[in-house]
């Protein structure tokens, strides 16, 4: 079913005759009504009877309400709105032409009562089966109620008195065709759902063995994950204790250099209180050197001292060397 939009913004809507060609209905709306379309159809082939618009898809056909809007019937189709066709079928015996065939204008219809909201998406067949008899009361002879669709030319009072039987025979036929398609389509689900048990089937133990994969590759990661926290917690313990060794060891490393540098002082210190004492000494001897200077000349470079029985061999400067020798094998005796 194809749609072109004008520049006014209406539609063209295409419907095909049946056992005859294709018509184009212009200036369509939302608004418009199937009445419209039929009125404005037979106007433009001259045709005068009583007509049903018929909405036919792939796999069902349904008559249309005069109260129905193509449109929007089309645009709860969807997607599938391209295999949706609008048939005219006319529902009684043709009448002589009353109308001139130049005129194709759609003609205001009379208002209609408003219908129920339908669904989305097509009915399946075996409620149109149920709606069929609400579908085929638009096309009864009217009792005080909505228009018959007829021609402009048509009248109530013209209507042949067969119009009734010929309405039911329609009907019949149409229940009929209905039943068949309607027990068709059963068998066809029948079958399809039996080809989509097994790979269901097949695709459910699939789907088991991948879920029971999955759980024992979620178990195995978890369990790795808790070796990983357990292997992270020791070596998180290892380094707090390297930490404390670092910090111990750099602590003796400090404390190594204090005693380092008290050595050096205490090292330096001795050999300053060494000099020291060695000055000191050689004082002394040049002190007594002077003093015992006459005992050493009248003993002719002997001396013996008090309390000693060595005897001192030189002179006492040469005491600043006490190098052990031949004579004197002990050094200086103070």
């Known amino acids: 079913m194809f749609d072109t939009t004008t520049l006014d913004g209406?539609?063209?809507?295409?419907?095909?005759?049946?056992?005859?060609?294709?018509?184009?209905?212009?200036?369509?709306?939302?608004?418009?009504?199937?009445?419209?379309?039929?009125?404005?159809?037979a106007q433009a082939t001259a045709q005068t009877g009583r007509f049903a618009l018929v909405e036919r898809s792939r796999r069902s056909e349904r008559p249309l309400a005069p109260s129905d809007r193509p449109l929007r019937l089309l645009a709860r189709w969807g997607r599938c709105a391209s295999d949706v066709h609008f048939l005219l079928r006319r529902c009684g015996p043709a009448k002589a032409a009353t109308t001139p065939r130049g005129s194709t204008a759609v003609q205001?219809?009379?208002?209609?009562?408003?219908v129920s909201h339908r669904p989305r998406r097509p009915?399946?067949?075996?409620?149109?089966?149920?709606?069929?008899?609400?579908?085929?009361?638009?096309?009864?002879?009217?009792?005080g109620g909505d228009p018959p669709l007829q021609g402009?030319?048509?009248?109530?009072s013209k209507q042949p008195p067969d119009d009734y039987s010929e309405l039911?025979?329609?009907?019949?036929?149409?229940?009929?065709?209905?039943?068949?398609?309607?027990?068709?389509?059963?068998?066809?689900?029948?079958?399809?759902?039996?080809?989509?048990e097994a790979p269901l089937e097949e695709q459910l133990h699939l789907s088991r063995q991948e879920e029971r994969m999955l759980h024992s590759e979620l178990t195995l990661a978890r369990s790795q994950l808790a070796t990983c926290e357990a292997r992270l917690l020791q070596c998180r313990q290892h380094l707090c204790q390297l930490g404390h060794e670092l910090s111990e060891e750099k602590r003796c490393q400090g404390g190594e250099e204090d005693?380092?540098?008290?050595?050096?002082?205490?090292?330096?210190?001795?050999?300053?209180?060494?000099?020291?004492?060695?000055?000191?000494?050689?004082?002394?001897?040049?002190?007594?050197?002077?003093?015992?200077?006459?005992?050493?000349?009248?003993?002719?470079?002997?001396?013996?001292?008090?309390?000693?029985?060595?005897?001192?061999?030189?002179?006492?400067?040469?005491?600043?060397?006490?190098?052990?020798?031949?004579?004197?094998?002990?050094?200086?005796?103070?």
């Open 152 to 156: 402009l030319g048509d009248s109530p």
């Open 259 to 334: 005693l380092s540098e008290q050595l050096s002082e205490r090292r330096r210190m001795v050999a300053q209180l060494s000099e020291e004492l060695r000055e000191a000494n050689l004082e002394a001897l040049a002190l007594a050197d002077a003093d015992h200077k006459h005992w050493l000349e009248a003993s002719g470079g002997f001396f013996n001292r008090p309390g000693s029985t060595r005897k001192i061999i030189g002179s006492p400067r040469q005491l600043e060397s006490a190098v052990p020798t031949s004579k004197n094998p002990n050094g200086v005796w103070v």
């Open 168 to 196: 039911l025979r329609v009907v019949s036929l149409q229940r009929e065709r209905l039943n068949k398609i309607h027990e068709e389509l059963a068998q066809k689900d029948a079958e399809l759902s039996s080809w989509e």
């Open 123 to 143: 009915p399946p067949y075996d409620e149109a089966v149920t709606r069929l008899a609400a579908g085929t009361h638009h096309l009864l002879p009217p009792r």
């Open 10 to 41: 209406s539609m063209e809507l295409r419907v095909w005759l049946e056992g005859g060609p294709q018509r184009v209905v212009c200036g369509v709306t939302e608004a418009t009504t199937c009445q419209d379309v039929v009125y404005a159809l």
């Open 108 to 114: 205001a219809s009379p208002p209609l009562e408003r």
